[in-house]
């Protein structure tokens, strides 16, 4: 049993859904496998930032325990000889008597051209977010996030900072800039990724609507031909056919509508034969009348032009014979009866008639 054909509509819309599911399955998968391994490399560069970062921190946190600070000014002085390469600045904090505000009391730019987000005096509201600089009072603490402005990347570290009377809390800006070219590429692959994704995409929807459009294109076509071929036999001209070399939906249409006009050209053909052997019996029954009334010139007419219409018809050959045998043109009349034969050699009255006229011609020999 054949499989049932769909039609060009439900082929389309089939085929458009399936390139949509196609291209957003594609799309998903590689956006969560490149997000997967995007943010495996960027939580190990944070990680590997931070454990880098808390290692300076603990380094001039022990220092800091070391020199047992008596003031202030000891913990102040100390920090502007600091010259460290993996520290762009350092900023130093002290408490108010709001535990939710801490006032900046000291900035140590290392490196010249780094500036903080702060202002020496500025005090910080710590009553929204997370609260490093509060936990800095306590033990070192990173935030693990690395931030970036002006081609400087950093993560920011604290740690408490004791002199006999009173604990600060200070800030280093770590230099994280050895990421710099990893994370660098990794935004150059994320853009490369999304531009590659929606060349992709946009190469699939505009192979979508280029289908569908050719397949609308061949469905006018198709239908403009059909009306075309409907108002010639409409017009009595069945001899039109439409082009099979279609889709298969198309082809089936055509084929039957072609059998359609086959069969209507065919009894247009059966009609006019009708009507033509109607017509000739007529003017064939009039000329035996004009030979039975003995009008040979008339009846030889007749008969002359029905032989003309159809050369292989015998009773024109037939009656042509009995007049020139009537005339005594006997070789004329032989000549006509051959041709009667041979359009139907069983007649046995032609035989009989070819037998007598060459009689006629041997005696008169």
């Given at each position: 049993?054949?499989?049932?054909?769909?039609?060009?509509?439900?082929?389309?819309?089939?085929?458009?859904?399936?390139?949509?599911?196609?291209?957003?399955?594609?799309?998903?998968?590689?956006?969560?496998?490149?997000?997967?391994?995007?943010?495996?490399?960027?939580?190990?560069?944070?990680?590997?930032?931070?454990?880098?970062?808390?290692?300076?921190?603990?380094?001039?946190?022990?220092?800091?325990?070391?020199?047992?600070?008596?003031?202030?000014?000891?913990?102040?002085?100390?920090?502007?000889?600091?010259?460290?390469?993996?520290?762009?600045?350092?900023?130093?904090?002290?408490?108010?008597?709001?535990?939710?505000?801490?006032?900046?009391?000291?900035?140590?730019?290392?490196?010249?051209?780094?500036?903080?987000?702060?202002?020496?005096?500025?005090?910080?509201?710590?009553?929204?977010?997370?609260?490093?600089?509060?936990?800095?009072?306590?033990?070192?603490?990173?935030?693990?996030?690395?931030?970036?402005?002006?081609?400087?990347?950093?993560?920011?570290?604290?740690?408490?900072?004791?002199?006999?009377?009173?604990?600060?809390?200070?800030?280093?800006?770590?230099?994280?800039?050895?990421?710099?070219?990893?994370?660098?590429?990794?935004?150059?692959?994320?853009?490369?990724?999304?531009?590659?994704?929606?060349?992709?995409?946009?190469?699939?929807?505009?192979?979508?609507?280029?289908?569908?459009?050719?397949?609308?294109?061949?469905?006018?076509?198709?239908?403009?031909?059909?009306?075309?071929?409907?108002?010639?036999?409409?017009?009595?001209?069945?001899?039109?056919?439409?082009?099979?070399?279609?889709?298969d939906d198309f082809k089936e249409l055509a084929y039957s509508f072609n059998n359609l006009m086959s069969e209507m050209k065919e009894k247009d053909r059966k009609i006019n034969e009708l009507s033509e052997k109607d017509y000739l019996d007529d003017i064939f029954k009039t000329g035996v009348q004009m030979l039975k009334e003995n009008r040979l010139d008339e009846a030889e007419s007749v008969f002359n032009t029905l032989s003309y219409i159809k050369p292989d018809g015998f009773g024109s050959y037939f009656n042509l014979g009995v007049i020139n045998?009537?005339?005594?043109?006997?070789?004329?009349?032989?000549?006509?009866?051959?041709?009667?034969?041979?359009?139907?050699?069983?007649?046995?009255?032609?035989?009989?008639?070819?037998?007598?006229?060459?009689?006629?011609?041997?005696?008169?020999?």
């Amino acid at each position: 049993m054949s499989r049932p054909r769909s039609s060009i509509f439900k082929y389309m819309i089939s085929f458009t859904v399936s390139v949509i599911l196609l291209t957003a399955a594609f799309t998903f998968i590689l956006l969560s496998f490149q997000s997967k391994k995007n943010a495996y490399i960027r939580d190990y560069l944070n990680r590997l930032s931070e454990t880098a970062s808390i290692e300076t921190a603990d380094k001039y946190y022990s220092i800091s325990l070391m020199m047992n600070f008596k003031n202030y000014e000891e913990i102040k002085n100390y920090f502007h000889t600091v010259n460290d390469s993996r520290l762009l600045s350092v900023i130093i904090f002290s408490q108010t008597e709001d535990e939710n505000f801490f006032k900046v009391r000291e900035i140590v730019n290392i490196d010249k051209a780094f500036k903080t987000p702060y202002s020496q005096g500025k005090s910080i509201n710590l009553s929204t977010g997370k609260n490093y600089i509060k936990n800095g009072l306590y033990e070192v603490t990173a935030d693990p996030r690395i931030y970036k402005e002006n081609n400087f990347f950093w993560q920011n570290v604290f740690f408490p900072v004791r002199e006999q009377n009173k604990t600060y809390v200070v800030q280093l800006y770590c230099n994280t800039s050895f990421l710099e070219n990893p994370i660098t590429a990794i935004t150059s692959e994320d853009l490369y990724y999304r531009k590659y994704i929606f060349i992709s995409v946009s190469i699939f929807l505009v192979v979508t609507v280029l289908i569908s459009l050719l397949y609308m294109h061949n469905l006018t076509l198709f239908i403009n031909s059909l009306a075309h071929v409907v108002k010639k036999a409409a017009r009595g001209e069945p001899g039109f056919k439409l082009n099979t070399a279609a889709d298969d939906d198309f082809k089936e249409l055509a084929y039957s509508f072609n059998n359609l006009m086959s069969e209507m050209k065919e009894k247009d053909r059966k009609i006019n034969e009708l009507s033509e052997k109607d017509y000739l019996d007529d003017i064939f029954k009039t000329g035996v009348q004009m030979l039975k009334e003995n009008r040979l010139d008339e009846a030889e007419s007749v008969f002359n032009t029905l032989s003309y219409i159809k050369p292989d018809g015998f009773g024109s050959y037939f009656n042509l014979g009995v007049i020139n045998a009537k005339r005594k043109k006997y070789g004329v009349s032989l000549e006509m009866f051959e041709k009667a034969r041979q359009a139907n050699p069983d007649h046995d009255l032609t035989n009989s008639y070819i037998m007598k006229v060459k009689y006629r011609i041997s005696n008169n020999g």
